[in-house]
């Protein structure tokens, strides 16, 4: 009984934030034909009145993010051609990222570098945890395989605690810029400003869920080649 209330418990941990997130988004992504604009046009305002021009916007299948090495803002079709207030929103929290990059954020660039390094840092982490139970078979010595293990883990570890390290960039972005632009200049009527910051709220958490889901991911490849 205990194991099943503690595999709750990590199941509500892990998918918890990440279904939270999706609610909020999908809660106010409903069509709003008054609005002045689109997510990408509101993006492209933005950009041009903060004297970032040269910062591009598209729309990719990826997720919305700013890309710092390409300069550009992608949103998901859905916020990028959306009039919503979710639109809006996620147009102008990842805006927020551009800005943070051009007034040369140090935690911005910290980001950006350990973005970079835990791609390849989780490419080696996967590739120590796999081999773990070769070496086992190979040198017949448990205890190194196992040793093997628990340093992927740890590295594999390390992803989740650099989204929660850089979750104060997130809330920057979306507390510290968007919500301050999208309220003093006008852009929202303020009875849709607690729905933006609802929508600005998930937004900053989108990296620590998908962290939770990738911890997931982990667990499960863990338990294959146990």
Known sequence: MLYLVL??????????????????????????????????????HLLDRFQLGSVAVETTAAGDHYDPDARTVRLSPDNHDGRSITAVAVAAHEVAHAIQHAQGSALFAWRTALARFLIVFDKIAMVVLITAPLVMAVTHVPALGLMQAGVAIAMLGVGLVVHLVTLPLELDASFGKALPILTADGYLDGRDLPAARGVLRAAAFTYVAGALVGLLNFLRILRIIR
């Open 7 to 44: 595999a709750l418990l990590l199941l509500a941990l892990i998918f918890g934030p990440q279904a939270w997130v999706r609610r909020e988004m999908a809660k106010h992504a409903a069509a709003r034909p008054d609005l002045p604009g689109t997510g990408g046009e509101l993006a492209r």
